[in-house]
């Protein structure tokens, strides 16, 4: 029998699945109406500048550590590049 015996029965029964559906396509089960609607929080001006502030002192933090690993890491070649010579 094996698996071409399984794979006959379940083809059968899938399409016997189809026969038996009453929905033609996804407007007939969720309907045209039903459109989802997203609610967002309003931000206040006094928001919207404390995260202007916050996300520039974030930003100038990420570039003075940049910076700093960048010169860190120049040293350090610097000094090996002296030691080994």
Same mark, same amino acid.
């Given at each position: &029998? ?9 083809? %059968?029964?899938?399409? /016997?699945?189809? #026969? #038996? @559906?009453?929905?033609? /396509?996804?407007?007939? +089960?969720?309907?045209?109406? /039903?459109?989802? $609607?997203?609610?967002?929080? %309003?931000?206040? %001006?006094?928001?919207?500048? @404390? *995260? @202007?502030? $916050? &996300?520039? /002192? $974030? !930003?100038? #933090?990420?570039? !003075?550590?940049?910076?700093?690993? +960048?010169?860190?890491? *120049? *040293?350090?070649?610097? +000094? ?6």
């Amino acid at each position: &029998m094996g698996f071409g015996f399984h794979a006959k029965i379940a083809d %059968k029964f899938n399409r /016997s699945l189809l #026969k #038996k @559906r009453e929905h033609e /396509s996804k407007d007939d +089960v969720y309907g045209k109406d /039903s459109v989802t $609607q997203l609610h967002f929080k %309003k931000a206040t %001006k006094r928001d919207l500048l @404390r *995260i @202007r502030k $916050q &996300m520039f /002192s $974030q !930003r100038e #933090k990420e570039i !003075r550590r940049t910076w700093w690993a +960048v010169l860190l890491t *120049i *040293i350090a070649f610097l +000094v090996l590049y002296l030691l080994l010579r």
